[in-house]
Antibody, heavy 129, light 113 residues
Framework: QVQLHQRGAGLLKPAKTLSLTCAVS????????WSWIRQSPGKGLEWIGD???????NYNPSLKSRVTISIDTSKYEFYLKLKSVTAADTGTYYC???????????????????????WGQGTPVAVSS | DIVMTQSPDSLAVSLGERATITCQSS????????????LAWYQQRPGLPPKLLMY???TRESGVPDRFSGGGTGTDFTLTISSLQAEDVALYYC?????????FGQGTKVEIK
C-alpha cells in the first residue's frame, strides 16, 4: 500500500516562502495526479494544485501567482513552494494522490481526476511574526 | 468557481440509525458525454487526513463498508450511512471535480445522539 510522507518547516514569518516535500513510498508517479491541498478553519479544504509525472501542473487561480509545484521522479518526491506567505496561509497542508481516468478524445488521450485516494499525514503551518 | 454547499452543518444520529447528508453544487456536475457525475465524498476523523469514500457520486472506494452509499445527479447529491456505527463519527465533505479549481463543501459533522 503506497504511503505519502510529508516533511518541511511548519513555522514561518510573513513574506517568507513555504517549502514542503512529499515522499511517495513506491514511486508510482506515472498513473496518478499528485496534489497539494490545505485546510484551515476559515476556508475549509482548499485544492492548491497538482502535477503529473511529466511535470505538467495545474494550479488554483486564487494561489497561482504564488505557488510552484514540482516533481523529482528519481527521488520519488514532489514539492510545494508558496511564496510571500501571510497569516491567511496558516493551516494544515496535505499532499495527496489523485486517481486518474484515461479516456480517448478523438486522437488524444485525456486524463481526468476522480478523487484523492491516498493522503500524507498533514503538516501544520503557522505564519506569524 | 463551483460552490459546494452541504447540509446540515451537523447531525446527531442514534447508533444503528440512518444518517443522510446532502450536497448541492452551483452548477451541474453531470458530464453528458459519459453520463458521470464528477463528485466525491470524503470522511475525516479527528486528527487524521480525509479519506476517500465515494467517487463518480455513487462508486464506493475499495474497502469502504457498504453501509455508505452515494446518490443524486446534476446538482443535488446525498451521502447516506444506513446504520450509524461509533467509528463513523467524523466530518464528511463533498468535492466536485467537474471543473477546476476542484472545490469542497464546508463539511458536515456527524455525531452520536
Amino acid at each position: 500500500q503506497v504511503q505519502l510522507h510529508q516533511r518541511g518547516a511548519g513555522l514561518l514569518k510573513p513574506a517568507k516562502t513555504l517549502s514542503l516535500t512529499c515522499a511517495v513510498s513506491d514511486g508510482s508517479f506515472s498513473d496518478y495526479f499528485w496534489s497539494w491541498i490545505r485546510q484551515s478553519p476559515g476556508k475549509g479544504l482548499e485544492w492548491i494544485g497538482d502535477i503529473v509525472h511529466r511535470g505538467s501542473t495545474n494550479y488554483n487561480p486564487s494561489l497561482k501567482s504564488r505557488v510552484t509545484i514540482s516533481i523529482d521522479t528519481s527521488k520519488y518526491e514532489f514539492y510545494l513552494k508558496l511564496k510571500s506567505v501571510t497569516a491567511a496561509d496558516t493551516g494544515t497542508y496535505y499532499c495527496a494522490r489523485g486517481k486518474r481516468l484515461a479516456e480517448w478524445s478523438g486522437d488524444f488521450i485525456q486524463y481526468y481526476f476522480f478523487g484523492s485516494d491516498v493522503w500524507g499525514q498533514g503538516t501544520p503551518v503557522a505564519v506569524s511574526s | 468557481d463551483i460552490v459546494m454547499t452541504q447540509s446540515p452543518d451537523s447531525l446527531a444520529v442514534s447508533l444503528g440509525e440512518r444518517a443522510t447528508i446532502t450536497c448541492q453544487s452551483s452548477q451541474s456536475l453531470l458530464y453528458s458525454s459519459n453520463n458521470k457525475n464528477y463528485l466525491a465524498w470524503y470522511q475525516q476523523r479527528p486528527g487524521l487526513p480525509p479519506k476517500l469514500l465515494m467517487y463518480w457520486a455513487s462508486t464506493r472506494e475499495s474497502g469502504v463498508p457498504d453501509r455508505f452509499s452515494g446518490g443524486g445527479t446534476g446538482t443535488d447529491f446525498t451521502l447516506t450511512i444506513s446504520s450509524l456505527q461509533a467509528e463513523d463519527v467524523a466530518l464528511y465533505y463533498c468535492q466536485q471535480y467537474y471543473s477546476d479549481p476542484w472545490t469542497f463543501g464546508q463539511g458536515t459533522k456527524v455525531e452520536i445522539k
